[in-house]
């Protein structure tokens, strides 16, 4: 079968609050997030596995907010000391140690403007290589919110949104099969519908059970 060209084109990633699908594995970090009224000292680390939806809820949380959301390299270019609004922060053990100090300066001037603040990240705090102590005491003292690993029903959602994602539609039958014979875990989600999607265009077929039992089979007789 002649074999389409692949062109690299961006994936769309919706992060919009009806895209986010709720599930026994997320339903308390969800709550916990549309109550940060109820924070202790206001700020929360909101902690999961790579692709459990960290980044598409603090989206979520900073439109409902009106919060500043930002990434680990922003910290050394924004002037912190005039945010007057609450802020959640992507990817925060990420954080490199040149920017410790302007991450401990955040904190502080969010806190004394009586504004919330959040952070995403794929461990609690206190696996953080964090070399500034008044920041490592800081971090280690929030509170924390947990997204689980998925359970067949979120896991099906996020295979969904993710083929979604990449506009490709998808048969009900190849997302059953791939809940019931994939490892559960939505960094596999993520690198076998890349995997799927990118067979899919190169053969020019559907994304359907068959196309989905290949590329898990493939995948699994090269071994970890």
């Known amino acids: 079968m002649a074999q389409q060209l692949i062109l690299d084109l961006p994936v769309r990633n919706s992060l919009d609050r009806g895209d986010f699908f709720v599930s026994y594995a997320n339903q308390l970090a969800l709550a916990r997030l549309e109550e940060p009224t109820t924070w202790p000292n206001r700020k929360m680390v909101l902690v999961g596995p790579e692709g459990a939806g960290k980044t598409h809820l603090a989206h979520v949380w900073a439109e409902q907010e009106r919060a500043r959301l930002i990434q680990p390299p922003d910290l050394e270019r924004l002037d912190i000391g005039s945010i007057e609004e609450s802020v959640a922060l992507d990817d925060a053990d990420s954080v490199k140690s040149g920017a410790e100090s302007a991450l401990l300066h955040l904190h502080n001037q969010v806190a ?101 039992a290949e590329v898990l089979d493939k995948h699994r007789d090269k071994g970890p």
Not at 145 to 171: C, G, H, W, Y
Not at 188 to 211: N, P, S
């Open 112 to 212: 004394a403007s009586g504004h919330c603040l959040l952070l995403t990240a794929r461990r609690a705090p206190r696996y953080w290589k964090v070399g500034l102590p008044d920041l490592r005491s800081r971090m280690e003292a929030t509170d924390i919110v947990r997204i689980d690993a998925p359970d067949e029903a979120l896991l099906s959602a996020v295979l969904m949104k993710l083929f979604a994602d990449r506009q490709n539609a998808v048969t009900p039958s190849a997302i059953n099969w791939l809940t019931r014979h994939m490892d559960r875990s939505f960094a596999e989600a993520q690198r076998i519908v890349a995997e799927i999607d990118a067979r899919a265009l190169a053969e020019r077929r559907k994304v359907t059970r068959d196309l989905a």
